[in-house]
């Protein structure tokens, strides 16, 4: 079976004023992720990362191009519109968890579906424990747990509304070797569920063990040929 396109960015843009100044921060990118891929993006600071991200998650807006999120083309939708698609197909996993540190791991998973006002499915709660390996550990409050676990969680918190995509802004930045290995075991064994996963990092050896590269320097994506990183 043909993989489906999760996302698909044409001609991307974003500019904004800075003084006197007009920073490209994204000048024209073009990308597919695909259901059931794992891609990470690299550059150095000031390379279009953040902007990206922020673009492929729908916490900011394009100045210009094309973004298609599924069927749907995003970068003329309102903020309310935007609101929705980021409920129903984008899970976010930061470096920093944003976990409430007296709330315990289960109540911390499902604060989006308190937010979004769904009832909570016990299995599949249940099920989801158990694919992150928390399993028996739904109790414990945040602030006693490991960064491992509180990745996990944070994971777990984003997976809870089934989305198509998956956005991890340097989800290893604070985690042991032995815990980033764990990791991004986990995320290929989501990825193997249909989810695709969007990858922001400056460690080139989790940007390496993952299926493709976008590499990014001064609001372009570097070609193959002139870039020293595996596509």
Do not use: W
Not at 51 to 56: E, G, P, S, W, Y
Not at 64 to 83: F, M, Y
Not at 185 to 207: M, Q, V
């Amino acid at each position: 079976m043909e993989a489906k396109v999760i996302l698909e960015a044409k001609s991307l843009k974003k500019y904004y004023q800075r003084g006197s100044e007009m920073v490209r921060a994204l000048d024209g990118v073009d990308f597919k992720i695909m259901e059931r891929e794992i891609v990470s993006i690299v550059g150095p600071s000031g390379s279009g990362k953040t902007t990206l991200m922020n673009l492929i998650g729908c916490l900011d807006k394009a100045s210009a191009g094309s973004l298609k999120i599924g069927d749907t083309e995003v970068t003329p939708l309102g903020e309310n519109d935007l609101i929705k698609i980021r409920r129903e197909n984008i899970g976010f996993v930061f470096q920093r968890f944003y976990l409430i540190p007296n709330l315990t791991v289960r109540e911390n998973i499902e604060l989006p579906l308190i937010f979004a006002k769904k009832s909570i499915n016990e299995k599949k709660l249940s099920v989801l424990l158990k694919e992150v390996g928390l399993e028996g550990k739904e109790r414990i409050q945040i602030k006693y747990l490991s960064g491992g676990d509180k990745q996990r969680t944070d994971i777990a918190r984003a997976l809870i509304n089934d989305p198509k995509i998956l956005i991890a802004d340097e989800p290893t930045g604070k985690l042991e070797t032995k815990v980033r290995g764990q990791i991004l075991e986990l995320f290929k064994s989501l990825s193997e569920k249909g989810l695709a996963i969007c990858i922001a990092t400056h460690d080139l050896e989790l940007a390496q063990a993952t299926q493709r590269i976008i590499h990014l320097q001064d609001g372009k994506i570097v070609p193959k040929e002139k870039s020293d990183l595996y596509y």
